[in-house]
């Protein structure tokens, strides 16, 4: 097939085709790339969010030693605090806590 063709077609041919190796070896590691960011910056995001939880029920949690509020105030006011908390693009996201009792 390519023995008639000329050494110009041929040399043509050559480079058309280590250009769109070269540009798929460029996106395919690009995509990888940028998934990396996505998903590092996703956990940094929850890591965030967590501790901004973590933080309100610490706060309640003091309240609580300091003797500013009852138990039951501190917790109260704990859930309605964490229950408030929404985040994303229309506040539609919402904090899920699960609560463990060791028996």
Known sequence: MFKNAKLRTKLIGMIVCLLLLVTSTMTVLGL???KKAIENEK???TTQMVNTGLGVLEH???MELDNTLTRQQ???AAKAAIKAMTYGKD??????STIFILI
Do not use: G, T, V
């Open 32 to 34: 990888n790339s940028l």
């Open 43 to 45: 956990n940094n995001q």
């Open 60 to 62: 309640f949690h003091k």
């Open 74 to 76: 501190a917790q109260d």
């Open 91 to 96: 506040r539609n996201d919402y904090f899920w």
